[in-house]
Nanobody, 115 residues
Framework: QVRLVESGGGLVQPGGSLRLSCATSGINFKIYRMGWYRQAPGEAREWVASITSNGSTDYVDSVKDRFTIARNNARSTVYLQMNSLKPEDTAVYFC?????????WGQGTQVTVSS
C-alpha cells in the first residue's frame, strides 16, 4: 500500500519559515520524481516544486529563491523548506508522486501565514 504523509505545517508570521516533510511508504522511493502542490481556499490546486530521482529541482516562479525542495532517499522522505513566507503562501500543501501508473497524494498539511 502506497502512503504519503505530510507534516510540518502551521501558523507563521510573514517573513517566517517552515519545513514540510512527506514520509512515504510502499514505493521504491529513490526512483520516483516527487512533487509538492498547494491549494488555497477557493482556488485550484497549484504545482509548487518537484525533484527528480537524480536530485534535479524545479519551482513555480512565485516561490523561486524562497522555497527549497530536497529528498532523503534513505528515509524515503521529501522536504519543502519555505523561507520568507508571505500571506499568499497560505494553503494546504500536498505531497505527490506518480507510481505504478497511478497518482498518489498525501492528506495535506495546512500552512497559514498571518500576523
Amino acid at each position: 500500500q502506497v502512503r504519503l504523509v505530510e507534516s510540518g505545517g502551521g501558523l507563521v508570521q510573514p517573513g517566517g519559515s517552515l519545513r514540510l516533510s512527506c514520509a512515504t511508504s510502499g514505493i521504491n522511493f529513490k526512483i520516483y520524481r516527487m512533487g509538492w502542490y498547494r491549494q488555497a481556499p477557493g482556488e485550484a490546486r497549484e504545482w509548487v516544486a518537484s525533484i527528480t530521482s537524480n536530485g534535479s529541482t524545479d519551482y513555480v516562479d512565485s516561490v523561486k529563491d524562497r522555497f527549497t525542495i530536497a529528498r532523503n532517499n534513505a528515509r524515503s522522505t521529501v522536504y519543502l523548506q519555505m523561507n520568507s513566507l508571505k500571506p499568499e503562501d497560505t494553503a494546504v500543501y500536498f505531497c505527490y508522486t506518480r507510481a505504478y501508473g497511478r497518482d498518489f497524494w498525501g492528506q495535506g498539511t495546512q500552512v497559514t501565514v498571518s500576523s
